[in-house]
């Protein structure tokens, strides 16, 4: 039997297909479906934020690039099969002509050169996202190993202040904390006289967590809490989970203290008695190597703690004390804002 190059071309395809057939049934065969569904948006419909005020968060916009993604493959993948198609067709009806023939398996080896270029660019696009997000993923798309957390698609809106900065660590999570950052004309301290923007509510929580609090410390912690969540009002830091940009932020609570940077710090009497737990916390463990929060019991434990004013005052102090006396945490950075240097200099600190 005589070979062509032509024949050996199509047999060098048809094994490499094969080789890397299961990742591509799976692009082809969901691109495919995504797209001939009737039901099926480049944006997803999560993305329709409920909210006049809300806007679509990091979940949206990886689910629409994959939507467009699949949207790409899928359409191709569909045109280049009706070319299969009529290239058979072609050769069924070729009634004997050479011509026809060798015409009609030219345009099957394009189509199925064309839908391996087509796939294998899916395929390295997914293997790079994969290599740089997660190493340890093997299949799947790769905005799934980036998944948001449940009821991170749309970015709920926020009452004063509008943005609040994020207490990090200096080598994501490790270490001492720094401000990672809002930018500098965010709201400045917001006064009050109740809740942890009180200097008075904030040392006598700390007593109540054991720790004797200087009144210069606690005034400091006091006037911090008015950028950082609204004299307590907000929780959640604005860059959870990756929201506004990367690295995610890990703050929580009134101080916006870091979970993962200053776990060691949650390990006190205070924060175990607010999280209802009898043991250490470990709240490092709660979030994965980049920062996403991993929703469980561990996460709304560390959660739970670092929302009691008693338990972030004393991992305030803790983390004060890691730096010396010094403020570093929420003045150190670039991004830091006026109001938190004024903070320090008002108070004495």
Known sequence: ????????????????????APEFAHAATSSAVSVLSPNFHIIPDA?????????????????????LIDFLVGFTTVIITVFIAL?????????????KRSLANKRILNAVIGLLIVL?????????????????????PWNSILGPTVGSDCLAPKSL?????????????????SVSGSPATQAASVPGTTGACNAAVVQQAAADGGVQMSSTEAAVLACFAGPESGCGSIDQNYNWNGAKSLPPSTAWGPFQITLKGNSACFNNAACYQAAGVSGPLNCANAFDVHGNAIPGALLTECQ????????????ADCNIKANHGSYSAWTGNKDSTAAHQACVANAGG
């Open 161 to 177: 202040p509008s943005s609040l900065p994020a207490l990090n660590s200096a080598a994501n999570g490790t270490g001492g904390s």
């Open 47 to 67: 993305c329709n934020c409920a909210s006049p005020a809300s806007a679509p968060g990091w979940g949206c916009i990886l689910a629409t690039i994959q939507n």
């Open 87 to 99: 290239a058979g067709f072609t050769y069924m009806t070729s009634g004997g002509s050479a011509e």
């Open 304 to 315: 739970t703690a670092a929302a009691s004013l008693t338990c972030s005052a004393v991992v």
């Open 1 to 20: 039997m005589r070979f062509s190059f032509t024949t050996f071309r199509i047999a060098i395809g048809a094994l490499l297909f094969l080789v890397i």
């Open 120 to 140: 294998c660019s899916w395929l390295i696009v997914d293997s790079i996202m994969k290599v740089i997000y997660n190493p340890d993923s093997f299949f799947g």
